[in-house]
């Protein structure tokens, strides 16, 4: 096997120079490699299955089509999975509001949470209650904690969703609030 070749742990930087130098499909597939999987769990994570594997592939085409472009934004150029899901959050976004349900989204953002969880998830694991609890949260909060999940730091969650810095640690803040109030945790 040649040194290298394929390494789903290579730079994405550097593969999408390539792919975009290039355009060859090996370079694009080691980039849907390294990140198709967190790219779906944050989709599935703010919507259902078929919305999720839906705006997937429209990120995907889109990243498809940034090849036939001159040029591509600096951000992109330095941190290609922050593009990433900046394009799936966008997408994720217009596809909420081609479907109206963009402003219930937002509405739900300013609702306080308050009721328990649902006794048939009480009985269930851990785990099962956690993503009930997460799915219970506003699409903001949502969003803000999956992002850090992925491992975005807060300067680059506020790059990412074009907020301050400050909105998003906020964001956060109210995020584990309401799980652990969802979850029955001491606060």
């Not at 730079?11 to 790219?39: C, D, I, W």
């Not at 652990?180 to 606060?187: I, K």
């Amino acid at each position: 096997m040649i040194k290298g070749w394929y390494n789903p742990t290579a730079n994405p930087e550097k593969l999408m120079a390539n792919y975009r130098a290039t355009g060859k499909n090996k370079y694009l597939s080691l980039l849907v490699a390294q990140f198709n999987v967190s790219l779906y769990h944050y989709l599935l994570s703010q919507s259902n299955k078929e919305l999720a594997e839906d705006v997937l592939q429209t990120t995907w085409l889109k990243v498809i089509k940034t090849q036939e472009q001159d040029n591509l934004s600096s951000h992109a150029q330095h941190n290609i999975k922050s593009w990433l899901f900046t394009i799936a959050r966008h997408t994720l976004i217009d596809e909420f509001r081609r479907q109206k349900t963009w402003q219930q989204q937002l509405l739900d953002d300013s609702k306080m949470l308050t009721g328990e969880l649902e006794q048939s998830i009480q009985a269930a694991d851990r785990l099962t209650q956690f993503n009930a609890a997460l799915a219970q949260l506003p699409f903001l909060q949502k969003e803000a904690f999956i992002f850090q999940q992925e491992g975005f730091s807060v300067m680059e969650i506020s790059v990412l969703t074009d907020e301050s810095f400050e909105t998003i640690k906020s964001r956060l803040r109210y995020a584990r609030k309401n799980l652990s109030h969802l979850l029955g945790s001491p606060s």
